[in-house]
């Protein structure tokens, strides 16, 4: 082989391992990564899928991105930690147009039936964190303001993966998480019973250290 070649053959390698995907994912469900400090929401990869049943056939989904928040985590003290999110209901995504704009339009003199063509963001602030003994998961008690109403809700979490993100050195940490509503609650009662009232919520989120 010509010496050229070999350059040529050589710089083709060198260009592969410069793009070749890492041995294993940054993110890592090790406890041991994570540190103290704020984190911030990472908004592409934050969101809410919501479940429904529509008539007793079957489940309808939908989900909520964008959202912006902070948490606040000691590992030593988890039971200290404290999470806000603000969830902007008018980007709601279904995969049916017809529903989206059903969802968000307004359809009478008095109010709309689900949450109006401009609705305020939802907000999430916990009140109370209990660590489980794996280290891995808590409840996180907290209040839920939606269509201009406050209850109590309680989260299911899981930590799922820390480490470094792959455009920057910040430390990323991912949680997920599972809590019930019922829509009645929120003075969402449009279409029942034929649409359920109980609302499944399924969260994934991720956070990076600021």
């Known amino acids: 082989m010509s010496a050229r070649r070999l350059l040529a053959v050589a710089g083709l390698l060198y260009a592969a391992g410069l793009n070749a995907a890492p041995a294993q994912a940054p993110g890592q469900p090790d406890p041991a990564r994570v540190t103290a400090g704020t984190y911030t929401t990472d ?6 899928e919501f479940r429904i049943n ?3 056939f ?37 995969t049916s147009q017809g529903l989206t704009e059903h969802l968000l339009m307004p359809s009478g003199a008095v109010k709309p039936d689900y949450f109006g063509p401009k609705p305020a963001d939802a907000l999430f602030n916990s009140t109370k964190v209990t ?31 820390a480490g ?41 989120a991720t956070f990076v250290h600021k």
């Open 164 to 204: 470094k993100g792959l455009l920057s050195s910040a430390l990323n940490v991912g949680f997920e998480g599972t809590a019930q509503i019922k829509r009645s609650d929120f003075g969402l009662v449009a279409d029942f019973p034929l649409v359920g009232d109980q609302v499944d919520l399924t969260i994934s």
């Open 131 to 161: 660590p489980a003994a794996d280290g891995k998961s808590a409840v996180i008690d907290g209040q839920l303001t939606l269509n201009g109403v406050t209850k109590p809700v309680t989260i299911a979490a899981r930590f799922t993966g």
């Open 54 to 56: 529509h008539m007793g």
């Open 58 to 94: 079957a489940d309808t989904f939908g989900l909520f991105g964008s959202i912006t928040g902070t948490l606040v985590l000691d590992p030593p003290h988890l039971d200290q930690a404290q999470v806000a999110v603000r969830i902007p209901v008018r980007k709601i995504l279904t």
């Open 43 to 48: 908004p592409a990869h934050t969101m809410v």
